[in-house]
């Protein structure tokens, strides 16, 4: 095993705490990976029970909001504290619905606040943390910087329309990737980008809309750690930008 470092940004998304689990218990018994969770809240990696199951080998970054001046503040301390070459980038940010806001069920319902808060969310600091830190990954070791996204992302497998946020959201993530694996082609041959779709996961994320969910189809955020980090690990870098769901199925664009 070799040696690596792996961020986690968004760290306090239920999906991305039970891979930072999963990474330290993979880890266990090994002196070679360090992790580091970025979030605004970090209170469950300052929990005794998960400091009990890892050594010392987990560094976290506390950022006040996801404001460009804060994501580059973030992204030198990562440079900083990095021991070994970043091999894994995870960005989970995901918004589909607060207290203010709920996904969209027809053109009536739509509001340029809301798609804003969304784009934001979805897009734009995803995009802001793929800006900062291809300069610190580019020209090394081979790097995967999975993004999640989700399948409603996908344009030509729209069947059922609807919640125009947040699909817009992603599938605007995923052009920005397509068109940033076309430029690292060129100069940073060394990252790969991937835009994930975990599947239907419990999570506050998810749990308005778990009603629905065929039984066996709502995963544990466990399950989707497993699966992705399997899923990373497999794929190669070929310059381009993939699309794959939770099994590891390419998702039409
Ligand atoms: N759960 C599902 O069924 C499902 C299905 C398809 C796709 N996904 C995608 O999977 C990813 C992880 O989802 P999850 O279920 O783990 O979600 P979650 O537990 O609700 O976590 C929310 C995540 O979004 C970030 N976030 C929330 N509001 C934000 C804002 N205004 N600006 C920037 N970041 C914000 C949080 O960052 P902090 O750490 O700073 O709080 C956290 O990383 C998301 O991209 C989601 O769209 C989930």
């Not at 399950?223 to 381009?240: H, S, Y």
Request: some cysteine; aromatic content about 8%.
């Amino acid at each position: 095993m070799k040696n690596q470092t792996i961020v986690i940004i968004g760290a306090n998304s239920e999906i991305a705490k039970a891979l930072s689990q999963q990474i330290i218990l993979d880890a266990k018994n090994h002196d070679n990976t360090q992790l580091i969770v970025i979030s605004r809240d970090l209170t469950f990696y300052q929990q005794e029970s998960f400091q009990q199951l890892h050594s010392a080998c987990l560094n976290s970054i506390n950022v006040k909001n996801y404001q460009e001046d804060e994501i580059n503040l973030a992204v030198s301390k990562i440079d900083l504290i990095a021991m070994f070459e970043i091999t894994k980038v995870i960005i989970c940010h995901g918004l589909l619905h607060n207290k203010k806001l709920q996904p969209e069920k027809r053109l009536e319902d739509f509001s340029a606040e809301a798609f804003t808060q969304v784009l934001s969310a979805n897009t734009i600091t995803p995009m802001l943390w793929l800006k900062h830190l291809t300069p610190i990954l580019s020209g090394k070791g081979s790097c995967k910087v999975v993004v999640f996204t989700a399948r409603v992302g996908s344009i030509s497998d729209n069947r059922l329309g609807g919640w125009y946020s947040y699909r817009a959201s992603k599938a605007a993530m995923n052009m920005l990737l397509t068109s940033a694996a076309v430029e690292l082609a060129r100069r940073a041959k060394n990252i790969k980008l991937i835009s994930f779709h975990p599947g239907t996961t419990d999570s506050p994320l998810s749990k308005p809309f778990q009603k629905n969910v065929p039984e066996g189809k709502l995963f544990t955020s466990e399950f989707v750690a497993k699966q992705l980090l399997t899923i990373v690990e497999e794929t190669v870098i070929d310059g381009k930008a993939s699309y794959l769901d939770w099994q590891g199925k390419v998702i039409p664009w």
